[in-house]
């Protein structure tokens, strides 16, 4: 009989039960709030959907602990609904502040972790959707609001493409002013043309007119001849007179001859000059602007070695002979050769004396105006150094020192022509891809930095780089001496005075004949490279693995911008590295240029010395075109 009184009361009850219920759904989700502050954000209106507040029946929390449902009678004992409304208006101002954790917990207070509700309890069923509800209006906030950030995205990505096609408009209208300059560079070349055609009508007019003053000279000593005989007739007459006279004819005669001789003497002089230097010119284009000469290192202990078979009937042919393993079942080994052909092929037995004299013509090319380059190329330890420094002994003095004393000879006897130069060195080398002033005598912490500029007319010149004015051989070779000692070297597994680096010696001439009103300009570029290396056999680490790598890299993209020079490509990479750079005058300017390819005797070198022939090969296949003289 007291079950009757309670289950009326429930009835009468329901909505306060129902709000008692939510309330314990969200009382975990409460707690955990304050518990973990950190997951609350600080958005007010966070799960505002449309502009509307969630019910408050979702947001209510009990003032007291949670109570079990125990039966009818225990859902009676429950707070009243004027107890929930401070608790009410608290909720739901955190709770609007709750987004995923409140609905998480109150999903996971409804789901399987509570007690399953009776068929009965509506309002609790109710209560559980409504919280399911809010669960789902909360995620579709977060995709509203994912679709906004998206939104966002899409209109700055048209942003750019209205950003970038403008850009593509204005280099289209650059290329066209582009195409207009070149439409003029055109019409300057045909007024140049038409100058060069009058130049040469007005030279033929000049002969014309020498030929005309040739006949009047000839005239004039007729003439002279005749006035000769009318004196003869008056000294006949006054016979004193006529000995004093003629005497004094003699004498006047005789000085007018030999000034005319001698002024004869001067012209044909120099036009003897000026036609060797044609000549001269003429026999180094025969020979090729770009040529490549073959040294071979001598043994340790002597001789040659037996893969490298040199004819002695042709200086010019070496062969490498590699004898291989047979493959098909031979008992015999097989040997395979490798025939390269080059300007000339130097012995192991060849003196620096010798090696010279077969570029001493090119030297001399720079005294007539002609930029000259040469530079060694090879692996570490065949010998560049040597060839291009030497030792100090007379008899072993490398390229640079031989070139140097003959440019002061050559200069010295040029200046009984009228001829007066001065000369200009400088020295600099290629470290690790940076560039380093080897006649800087200064503080090393106060080393200036240096790049490499082209000025208007393609001439390439470095920055803040020690210029030395030099008049003889001795200061050139003690700045060599200075340069030397700041080189960087460094020991490896093959050498034992390894160059780490890129060495460049340049030497400007500038030669002025105020008689004749000639001017003359020149670069002479004797470069000794670094020497290509593997680690497996330099055992390189640390500081001169960091060293190899810039080295290979630097003689690789010289590899590279040679194939681009053989195969006429119409871009070439210079810039790839310092060294290209730097010798782009030389490799594909107005350059006469020689390379010397030092190979190592050694078998284990075999490969390395295959490799550098190779590429010897690709650089004597190379036209760069006939280099002019610098003569104003």
């Known amino acids: 009989m007291s079950r009757l009184p309670v289950m009326s009361s429930k009835r009468v009850l329901t909505s306060s039960s129902s709000s008692a219920e939510n309330a314990q759904d969200l009382a975990p989700a409460q707690k955990r709030i304050r518990k973990d502050p950190e997951h609350v954000k600080p958005q007010a209106a966070a799960t505002i959907i449309g502009g509307k507040r969630p019910p408050v029946a979702a947001t209510r929390a009990p003032l007291s602990k949670p109570v079990r449902s125990m039966g009818a009678a225990t859902v009676a004992v429950g707070p009243t609904r004027g107890a929930l409304k401070p608790t009410v208006a608290s909720a739901a101002a955190k709770g609007a502040n709750v987004k995923q954790p409140v609905a998480s917990t109150a999903t996971k207070t409804g789901g399987g972790g509570a007690p399953r509700r009776h068929a009965w309890d509506l309002k609790g069923k109710v209560s559980d959707m409504e919280g399911k509800i809010r669960n789902y209006q909360t995620k579709v906030k977060s995709v509203n609001q994912e679709n906004e950030v998206l939104r966002d995205s899409v209109a700055q990505n048209q942003t750019r493409v209205a950003g970038m096609e ?103 002089l120099h036009a003897g000059e000026m036609e060797r230097r044609r000549l001269h010119n003429t026999i180094q284009e025969l020979k090729g602007n770009i040529r490549v000469f073959c040294r071979v290192r001598p043994l340790v202990g002597g001789g040659l070695s037996k893969h490298i078979q040199l004819p002695a009937s042709d200086n010019k042919m070496i062969t490498l002979a590699k004898t291989e393993e047979s493959h098909t079942g031979k008992t015999t080994d097989t040997q ?43 692996q570490t330890g065949s010998g560049k150094t040597y060839t291009m420094e030497g030792s100090e002994f007379d008899e072993c003095r490398g390229v640079i020192p031989r070139a140097v004393q003959q440019i002061f000879k050559a200069a010295e006897k040029l200046g009984a022509q009228g001829w007066e130069f001065t000369f200009t060195a400088s020295f600099v080398e290629i470290y690790n891809e940076t560039l380093r002033d080897l006649l800087y005598t200064g503080k090393a912490s106060k080393r200036p930095e240096h790049e490499i500029r082209k000025s208007t007319n393609n001439e390439v010149t470095i920055t803040n780089l020690t210029y030395e004015k030099v008049s003889n051989e001795d200061q050139v070779l003690g700045l060599i001496a200075l340069a030397n000692q700041n080189r960087s070297t460094a020991q490896t597994a093959q050498n034992d005075r390894s160059s780490r680096s890129h060495s460049v010696f340049q030497l400007d001439i500038e030669g002025v004949n105020a008689g004749r009103d000639v001017k003359c300009k020149s670069t002479l570029c004797l470069v000794d490279l670094a020497g290509s290396e593997r680690m497996v056999k330099s055992q390189s680490q640390g500081e001169r693995f960091k060293e190899m790598t810039a080295i290979n890299g630097s003689l690789s993209n010289l590899g590279i911008v040679i194939a681009a020079l053989a195969n006429k490509e119409s871009y070439v990479p210079y810039r790839n590295s310092k060294l290209t750079y730097l010798l782009q005058g030389c490799l594909g300017g107005n350059s006469k240029t020689l390379m010397f390819v030092n190979i190592a005797p050694e078998s284990d070198s075999f490969g390395e010395t295959l490799n550098s022939l190779r590429f010897a090969s690709k650089v004597n296949d190379c036209v760069i075109g006939t280099a002019s003289a610098n003569r104003k």
């Open 166 to 268: 403008k850009e593509l408009e204005r280099q289209r209208s650059q290329i066209s002013e582009y195409e207009e300059e070149l439409q003029a560079l055109s019409e300057v070349r045909d007024e140049l043309e038409k100058v060069s055609s009058d130049k040469n009508t007005l030279q033929k007019e000049l002969s014309n007119l020498e030929g005309k003053y040739k006949v009047m000279e000839t005239l004039r000593d007729s003439q002279e001849t005749e006035l000769q005989t009318l004196k003869m007739k008056l000294s006949v007459q006054e016979s004193t007179l006529a000995r004093v006279q003629a005497t004094l004819r003699d004498t006047e005669e005789e000085v007018r001859c030999l000034k005319e001789t001698v002024a004869q003497q001067k012209d044909e």
């Open 336 to 378: 395979k050769n490798y025939n390269f052909s080059f300007d000339r092929v130097f012995g192991p037995q060849t003196s620096q004396q010798e090696v010279f004299e077969e570029i001493s013509l090119l030297v001399q090319s720079a005294l007539d105006g002609y930029n000259v380059c040469c530079f060694a190329y090879g």
